[in-house]
């Protein structure tokens, strides 16, 4: 089992930066990978990053790309997402999630374990 929880999570105005972080406990955070997703009301979860186990390799959706940036801590059992230069279109609860294969995974389905999510909200 891997327990997660999120936080940075907050209300911002457009234009400005968040770093979420998540931090894990229960099993070697080294052997996991990691997304971050995202749901806005009425909408699907979406990928919108991904890291290796390594912390190496990493996927951005195209909504996200050249604004947000992941990275992974191993020694600390934590990833980040720096989220920058937000948008209205940002705001959801974002969600960590890990899964023990590697590879680049964008369907939820793909990851075994799941945090509780925090709000980020970006007033214009």
């Known amino acids: 089992q891997v327990q997660l929880v999120e936080s940075g999570g907050g209300l911002v105005q457009a234009g400005g930066s968040l770093r979420l972080s998540c931090a894990a406990s229960?099993?070697?955070?080294?052997?996991?990978?990691m997304g971050w997703f995202r749901q806005a009301p009425g909408k699907e979860r979406e990928a919108v990053a991904t890291i290796s186990r390594s912390g190496v390799r990493t996927y951005y959706a195209d909504s996200v790309k050249g604004r947000f940036t992941s990275s992974k801590d191993n020694a600390k059992n934590t990833v980040y997402l720096q989220l920058n230069s937000l948008k209205t279109e940002d705001t959801a609860v974002y969600y960590c999630?890990?899964?023990?294969?590697?590879?680049?995974?964008?369907?939820?389905?793909?990851?075994?374990?799941w945090g509780q999510g925090t709000q980020v909200t970006v007033s214009s």
């Open positions: 229960g099993r070697t955070f080294s052997n996991y990978a």
């Open positions: 999630a890990a899964r023990s294969l590697n590879g680049v995974v964008t369907s939820s389905s793909g990851y075994n374990y």
